[in-house]
C-alpha cells in the first residue's frame, strides 16, 4: 500500500512490474546516475512498497546489469570504463550481427521490426531522446527476436540491460543527428528485405561501430 510520504506513484500494472519498469526508466534516462546507491530502504521509502518487494525489484535489475552488486555490498548503477564498453559492443554485435545474416538468407523483415522502426522515425522527427532511446532499444531486439531463437534471446538478455543503460547514461543518441539512426536501420532493413546477407551484416557492424565510437567518446572525451 502507498503511504502518503511516497515519491513515485505506481500504475495498475502488477506492483513488482510497474517499480521495476519505473526504476529501469530512471536508471537508463540517468535520473539515478552512474554510482549512485539503490537500497532497498531507499525504493521502499521512494514509492511506499513493501521491503520484500523492493528487494524482488531490485535482484531482477541486477540480473539485468542495470544495477551492480558486490559482496556484502549495497546495489548500484555501474559505471562502464572503456574496456567493458569495448567487450560489451564486441558481444552485442556478434549477437546482432548473427541475427540479421539470418532475416536476409530468409529475407525475413518481421512487423516487429517495422514496428520500432516507424516508432523510432516519429521520435527523431519529434526530436524526442527518451522516445528514441527506447524505440532503438526494440528495434534491436526486433532483430533478435525475429530469428525465433530461444536461446539466442536468452543469450542477448544477459547484455539487454547494459546496452540499454549505456544507451540512456551515455546520450550517444545527442552526439549524431536526430535521423542519422533512422537511416542506419533503414540500410539494415533494405539489406534484409533484399536477401543480402553480407550488406545486413555489413550494415548492421557498421551501425553498432558508429554507436560504439560515440560512447567510447563519452568516456575518453573523443
Known sequence: MATATSQYKLGPASLTEALFASLRERIINGEISPGEKVTEQRVADEYGVARP??????????????????????????QFDATEIDDLFFSRTTFESAAAAHLAREKTLTDEISRAQSAMSQAADREDFRAQVQHDIDFHWALVNGVHSDRLARMYEIIAGEIHLTMGQFAAHRRTSPTTVVSEH?????????????????????????AHERVRGQITGG
Open 186 to 210: 533503414d540500410s539494415i532493413m533494405d539489406a534484409i528485405r533484399a536477401g543480402d546477407v553480407d550488406g545486413a551484416q555489413a550494415a548492421l557492424t557498421e551501425h553498432l561501430s558508429r
Open 53 to 78: 518487494t523492493a528487494k524482488a525489484c531490485l535482484e531482477r535489475l541486477t540480473s539485468l546489469g542495470l544495477l551492480r552488486r558486490t559482496a556484502h555490498r549495497t546495489a548500484s548503477v555501474p
